[in-house]
């Protein structure tokens, strides 16, 4: 496994930005998927955007065109900006790494609130 350590989050205006980090304890290149996910009060945990070690990506289609995930293999870290942020982005936002050879690992999560 490897231990994940998120960060960046905090209290937002509407239409404000930030950027999530998600630091690696071991070298990431050979990881598949780096995944952010949020969960916000009474609803399940979703998937936000993820990253292949290819560099493809995907997206919610609610951050669509506002978030940009992104991996930087050196410094084993995995960043989130976030753009035109909304009241509804808000919840806990948590990485998560996995890849075929069965690892799936977790970060404790980092709180963004998006409110005036």
């Known amino acids: 496994q490897v231990q994940l350590v998120e960060s960046g989050g905090g209290l937002v205006q509407p239409g404000g930005s930030l950027r999530l980090s998600c630091a690696a304890s071991?070298?990431?290149?050979?990881?598949?998927?780096l995944g952010w996910y949020r969960q916000a009060p009474g609803k399940q945990r979703e998937l936000v955007a993820a990253i292949t070690n290819g560099f493809s990506t995907n997206y919610a289609d609610s951050v669509k065109g506002r978030f940009t995930i992104s991996r930087d293999n050196a410094k084993n870290t995995v960043y989130l900006q976030m753009n035109s942020l909304k009241p509804e982005d808000t919840a806990i936002y948590y990485c998560?790494?996995?890849?075929?050879?069965?690892?799936?690992?977790w970060g404790q999560g980092t709180q963004v609130t998006v409110s005036a």
């Open positions: 998560r790494f996995t890849d075929i050879g069965g690892l799936d690992s």
């Open positions: 071991r070298n990431i290149f050979s990881i598949n998927t």
